[in-house]
């Protein structure tokens, strides 16, 4: 069964530096999109990517941040500057509607700001 | 402020029982909802997914919508140890597809 990827699994990085998380959509699906869990909260939305821009973003998903789908399989999450707020776990998800089509989560990548 | 809304838990139902579970949602536009297990440390796992009133049944699982009251609920038929997770409740209300979270509930199943 195709699924979601992500890498790496966990990224240990210094405040300030800045790292890519590097996800795998499921092939034939072109809704793919960002969330993040902060420890012991609920997931929220950082932005939805569609045809090769950014279609929606949240509050949380500033300057710092930006996505990318640099080839035909991977999409990627960018942080300039990492802070120690940014320590979380980032989920990518693809779909392949934008209105009613479920979102298919991948495992996350834990990431932890020192 | 659109807002999910689910009680946090533990919600500790004995093995073989029915776990019941609830979420109220803001926005009145919403479209599309969705049943989300999550074990601990995991990602979000679909269960089922549900769009018009009514019940909808897949295996020991039944979400239930009232868009009218701005509720939606899953049961846990046949409750399983491994059923031990939380569950989280996602609406989705725009077009491009962004989900809401709520934040989980908590289910521990007890032998």
């Known amino acids: 069964e195709p699924e979601v990827t992500q890498t790496p699994s966990h990224q240990v990085t210094q405040m300030g530096q800045e790292v890519i998380l590097r996800c795998v959509p499921i092939?034939?699906?072109?809704?793919f999109y960002w969330y993040r869990q902060i420890l012991g909260q609920k997931v929220e939305f950082l932005v939805s990517?569609?045809?090769?821009?950014?279609?929606?973003k949240s509050e949380i998903f500033d300057d710092q941040f930006s996505v990318e789908r640099p080839d035909g399989s991977n999409f990627t999450l960018k942080i300039r500057s990492t802070k120690l707020e940014d320590s979380a776990m980032y989920f990518c998800a693809s779909s392949d509607q934008g209105i009613t089509d479920t979102q298919y989560f991948g495992p996350g990548t834990r990431l932890t700001v020192l | 402020q659109k807002e999910v809304e689910q009680n946090s838990g533990p919600l500790s139902v004995p093995e073989g029982a029915i776990a019941s579970l609830n979420c109220t949602y803001s926005?009145?536009?919403?479209?599309?909802f969705f049943w989300y297990r999550q074990y601990s440390g995991k990602s979000p796992e679909l269960i089922m997914s549900?769009?018009?009133?009514g019940d909808k049944e897949d295996g020991r699982f039944t979400a239930q919508l009232n868009k009218a009251s701005q509720y939606v609920s899953l049961l846990i038929r046949d409750s399983q140890p491994s059923d031990s997770a939380t569950y989280l409740c996602a609406v989705k209300s725009d077009s491009w597809g962004k989900l809401q979270f709520g934040a989980g509930t908590q289910v521990v199943v007890t032998p």
């Open positions: 549900i769009y018009s009133n």
């Open positions: 990517f569609y045809n090769n821009e950014i279609s929606e």
């Open positions: 092939s034939n699906h072109l809704y």
């Open positions: 926005d009145r536009v919403s479209q599309s």
